[in-house]
């Protein structure tokens, strides 16, 4: 079964506060009970470094996510990120991020399996709501969530350009301290988003075409 629906790209909600995280210790804790300066894995070589911010959050309602479910090539292990459609998730075969919307049924994702990198297959795609959503941020801009790794940023296509300019944002961090609980866009972000509709009013329309999401995603399942 598929058939093509909209979300707004610019409302991103990211991941849901059940989303589970792996800390420095080994243990596991669902997304809405991190903490910054926890240390958490962002990455497929085992790394772990502590959360710098939420670039945004919000503990209680109901948000729209992408339930996009993954089996490992490697065993039985499976799981299910809950994720907004405009959010960046690495592809396993190319290692760039795109977007979880962009992703179909057999596509395949980076998967932590027994602390190895695998070929994550996605064997189905829904749409559902989950409890509250949050944005973390890391140094490497990257984190693991429920086995799949994937980008702090979402909106814009590019992983790299996305992480350079939140440099910016990093630095203010240090600066000024993080925030746990803000609805709100950073400013960094905000700015991202005003050259966007800039570049729209101007004509620019295929360039927002390959680096904005366009608010379109697939549901699809194996069944």
């Known amino acids: 079964m598929q058939y093509t629906c909209s979300t707004t790209a610019n409302t991103a909600a990211c991941f849901s506060g059940s989303s589970i995280i792996t800390l420095a210790d080994g243990t596991t804790k669902p997304l809405s009970h991190i903490r910054i300066g926890d240390k958490v894995l962002v990455n497929q070589q085992n790394i772990y470094e502590p959360i710098l911010s939420f ?10 996510f992408l339930a996009i479910q993954i089996q490992s090539t490697k065993s039985n292990l499976s799981s299910t990120i809950f994720v907004s459609p405009n959010h960046l998730v690495f592809e396993f075969d190319s290692g760039k991020a795109l977007f979880a919307g962009k992703f179909h049924v057999g596509d395949r994702v980076q998967f932590i399996d027994n602390n190895e990198i695998v070929p994550g297959e996605i064997v189905n795609i829904e749409s559902t709501k989950q ?4 944005a973390p941020l890391t140094s490497s801009g990257t984190i693991v969530v429920n086995g799949v790794v994937a980008s702090n ?22 600066l ?21 509709q800039i570049i729209r009013w101007c004509g620019g329309q295929t360039i927002i075409k390959n680096y904005i999401y366009d608010g379109k995603f697939e549901i699809s399942s194996l069944a």
Do not use: C
Not at 131 to 134: A, K
């Open 153 to 174: 940023y979402a909106t814009v296509s590019n992983h790299e350009l996305a992480h350079q300019v939140m440099g910016i944002y990093r630095w203010w961090i240090d």
């Open 176 to 196: 000024f301290g993080g925030s746990l609980l803000n609805e709100e866009i950073p400013w960094m972000l905000q700015i991202m988003l005003y050259v966007e």
């Open 55 to 64: 670039i945004h959050a919000k503990s209680d309602g109901l948000f729209s």
């Open 131 to 134: 409890e509250g959503y949050y």
